[in-house]
């Protein structure tokens, strides 16, 4: 069935940097695209970025090009998410999901505040 497992979020200040890790369990993830989603309170969970299963292709929300890099360690069966230069409107729970298998991680928090 599988599972996924986020870490590495925490409370940051505006211009500081996280690194996300999203480790899976259970299914050989090599095989998947895995993707990062957030979501702020009274919010609809939004994308963030998706990254294919061999890494060929990533692709970024406009909201956070630039600032935030997909990317995986298949060894590892983990996809990171490095954020740079966090904004107060970064905070969110961060979730990883792999759509083909209908699975979704329990979650990470990230709040940026002064």
């Known amino acids: 069935q599988g599972r996924l497992v986020e870490s590495g979020g925490g409370v940051v200040h505006p211009g500081g940097s996280l690194r996300l890790s999203c480790e899976a369990s259970g299914f050989t993830a090599s095989d998947y695209a895995i993707s990062w989603y957030r979501q702020s309170p009274g919010k609809e969970r939004e994308f963030v970025a998706t990254?294919?299963?061999?890494?060929?292709?990533?692709d970024h929300a406009d909201s956070v090009r630039g600032r935030f890099t997909i990317s995986r360690d298949n060894s590892k069966s983990t996809v990171y998410l490095k954020m740079n230069n966090l904004k107060s409107e970064d905070t969110a729970r961060y979730y990883c999901?792999?759509?083909?298998?209908?699975?979704w991680g329990q979650g990470t928090q990230v709040t940026v505040s002064s």
């Open positions: 999901h792999v759509r083909s298998r209908h699975l």
């Open positions: 990254i294919d299963a061999r890494a060929y292709v990533r």
